[in-house]
């Protein structure tokens, strides 16, 4: 078990790029979140995944924003036509959707548009 | 609308002093509270969790108190160590499942040696 991972740990595009980013959660762990986390405060909910299916989406997932779990694995967040305040760490995490719901976090991708 | 609030951005206390971090929250839907450290380029990671049967729940030297009536809950180091200098966030959702955790927006902890 090497936790969750997250690919690149960087990234820096122009405004109006897409970005796409790679979620590897714990193996055996069925859910799967997004979060955005921006300086001074704390993660924000993006969505989240039960297996494959998506199952909320924060209301601050423009449709510029799309998620993906395919098989119920691996996760992609792409941002499509990005602007400077999309700028923030994105981070994964997963749980086995147990009681109490303790969320293991990756490394997150930190975003940078200029 | 802030649901879960930390109205302390940061806090500095002595190495071997109590550290006592504080949360409130607003949804009476809650049921089931934790609290995240983060050190910086990592993520966060889980620290200790209380349901919202219990009032107080323990582990090694940290202590987190629910005070339901009050919509508020307190997470205590003690004593505090140079290693525990982190972002700490508190964190709740419904023990149902299938419902988003909020996060509050966290307190960076100085312990000075």
């Known amino acids: 078990d090497t936790g969750v991972s997250q690919n690149p740990r960087h990234k820096i595009t122009k405004r109006g790029q897409n970005v796409t980013f790679r979620c590897d959660p714990i193996?055996?762990?069925?859910?799967l979140y997004w979060y955005r986390q921006t300086l001074g405060q704390g993660p924000e909910f993006l969505t989240y995944?039960?297996?494959?299916?998506?199952?909320?989406k924060s209301r601050l997932l423009s449709d510029r924003f799309s998620a993906e779990r395919p098989k119920g694995s691996f996760s992609t967040l792409e941002i499509q036509r990005t602007e400077q305040g999309d700028s923030a760490m994105y981070l994964c995490?997963?749980?086995?959707?147990?009681?109490?719901?303790?969320?293991?976090f990756g490394s997150g991708t930190q975003l940078s548009v200029l | 609308d802030q649901q879960v609030k930390q109205n302390s951005p940061s806090l500095s206390v002595q190495e071997g002093r109590i550290s006592i971090l504080n949360c409130d929250y607003t949804?009476?839907?809650?049921?089931?509270f934790l609290w995240y450290k983060k050190y910086p380029a990592e993520g966060p990671t889980f620290l200790i969790s209380?349901?919202?049967?219990?009032d107080k729940n323990e582990d090694g030297r940290f202590t987190v108190f629910l005070n339901k009536s009050a919509k508020h809950l307190s997470l205590h180091i003690v004593p505090s160590q140079p290693g525990d200098s982190a972002v700490y966030f508190c964190?709740?959702?419904?023990?149902?499942?299938?419902?988003?955790?909020?996060f509050g927006a966290g307190t960076r902890l100085f312990v000075k040696a």
């Open positions: 995490a997963s749980s086995l959707g147990q009681v109490g719901e303790k969320l293991f």
């Open positions: 193996s055996e762990h069925n859910r």
């Open positions: 995944f039960q297996n494959e299916a998506q199952l909320e």
């Open positions: 949804n009476s839907m809650f049921d089931y």
């Open positions: 209380i349901s919202s049967i219990k």
């Open positions: 964190a709740a959702t419904k023990n149902t499942g299938g419902f988003k955790t909020i």
